[in-house]
């Protein structure tokens, strides 16, 4: 089991540019979530995803930020028209189902830098 | 507003002590509370959780002491070694799912 993995690992983009991270959960968890860290903001819950189905996307920015879950192997985060302050390490995790018995699994993250 | 404030930030401890890692939270309703160890380069990873019906957890070298009545936990890391040098997050979450809310995390380093 290679974990969850997210690609690519470093991606740099210009100011106004679109910028499409990917995440492959581990096989046969049923719950996506996403997090943005930063040294000023740590660790910021962003959306989850549970069966492919968005549940909570209460921390994602209202402009620019959209995910999604066409299957139950990947997912993406799409960020439009990238600002300075978008730059943050996009960590996605992976649990077999909701609750506190299933643990979150992260991946190691895709830092996004934008310049 | 933070809803999981940790202490201290950062931490450095001589191997062979034991570490102590504070957190406290506004939201009484939180009852599940895991730590995560971060590496750099890597994604959190869960080292032990609690929750709120205990006031003890151990896994070998690491305690989580819980006060419920003060929304308060700490998280000790006995006869601390070099490798343990990571950041330590401490999180919130209702039972009921596993959205966690993060402290901003505290920074330990461990001295041969």
């Known amino acids: 089991n290679a974990g969850v993995i997210q690609t690519p690992r470093h991606k740099v983009t210009g100011k106004g540019q679109e910028a499409t991270l990917w995440c492959e959960p581990i096989?046969?968890?049923?719950?996506v979530f996403w997090y943005r860290q930063t040294i000023v903001q740590g660790l910021e819950f962003l959306t989850y995803?549970?069966?492919?189905?968005?549940?909570?996307d209460s921390g994602m920015p209202k402009e620019r930020f959209s995910a999604q879950m066409p299957n139950q192997s990947h997912s993406t985060l799409k960020i439009q028209s990238t600002q300075p302050q978008d730059s943050a390490v996009y960590l996605c995790?992976?649990?077999?189902?909701?609750?506190?018995?299933?643990?979150?699994?992260f991946g190691a993250g895709t830092r996004l830098s934008v310049l | 507003q933070q809803q999981v404030r940790q202490s201290p930030q950062s931490l450095t401890v001589w191997e062979g002590e034991t570490a102590i890692l504070n957190c406290s939270y506004e939201?009484?309703?939180?009852?599940?509370f895991p730590w995560y160890q971060q590496f750099p380069g890597e994604g959190p990873a869960l080292l032990i959780s609690?929750?709120?019906?205990?006031n003890k957890k151990e896994d070998g070298r690491f305690t989580i002491f819980f006060n419920k009545r003060e929304k308060k936990l700490s998280l000790h890391i006995a006869d601390s070694q070099p490798g343990d040098s990571a950041t330590y997050f401490c999180a919130v979450a209702t039972g009921g799912n596993n959205k966690l809310t993060f402290g901003q995390g505290t920074v330990l380093s461990v001295i041969p």
């Open positions: 096989s046969g968890h049923s719950a």
């Open positions: 995803f549970r069966n492919q189905a968005p549940i909570d």
């Open positions: 609690i929750l709120s019906v205990s």
């Open positions: 939201n009484s309703a939180f009852d599940y």
């Open positions: 995790a992976s649990s077999p189902g909701l609750g506190f018995q299933n643990t979150l699994y």
